[in-house]
């Protein structure tokens, strides 16, 4: 089974810049589509922040021009950089990742479709 895991959370300054990680074990991700969501603190829902499929990447308007999700080159790993922090995306990130369906599958950003989850990074972002 699939097996995700995050890391490259941490406390940092707002303004500042993190690059998530999210490593699959035994598996490349070639043939999923890999989504990362955050959960705020005392929040209990999740909000999807960005995906990738071989469609393209997609973001949520919250973080549109500041995130960017890409495949690592060793394939079984994706990526979140993200630049100009701000205390409200203080959260714990997650990603998840589901088996395309088909060719051309347009990633979304509900928590729905996923199947596989990691165990999340926390950011804290200081102001």
């Known amino acids: 089974q699939l097996q995700l895991v995050e890391s490259g959370g941490g406390l940092v300054q707002a303004g500042g810049s993190l690059r998530l990680s999210c490593v699959a074990s035994e598996f490349t991700l070639d043939n999923y589509a890999v989504g990362w969501f955050r959960q705020a603190p005392a929040e209990k829902a999740y909000e999807g922040v960005s995906?990738?499929?071989?469609?393209?990447?997609y973001y949520a308007d919250s973080v549109e021009g500041r995130f960017t999700i890409s495949r690592g080159n060793t394939k079984n790993t994706v990526y979140l950089d993200i630049s100009d922090l701000r205390p409200e995306d203080s959260a714990k990130y997650y990603c998840?990742?589901?088996?395309?369906?088909?060719?051309?599958?347009?990633?979304?950003?509900?928590?729905?479709?996923?199947?596989?989850w990691g165990k999340g990074t926390l950011i804290t972002v200081a102001s």
């Open positions: 998840a990742a589901l088996i395309r369906p088909r060719v051309g599958y347009v990633c979304y950003l509900g928590v729905a479709p996923y199947d596989y």
């Open positions: 995906c990738i499929s071989d469609s393209g990447e």
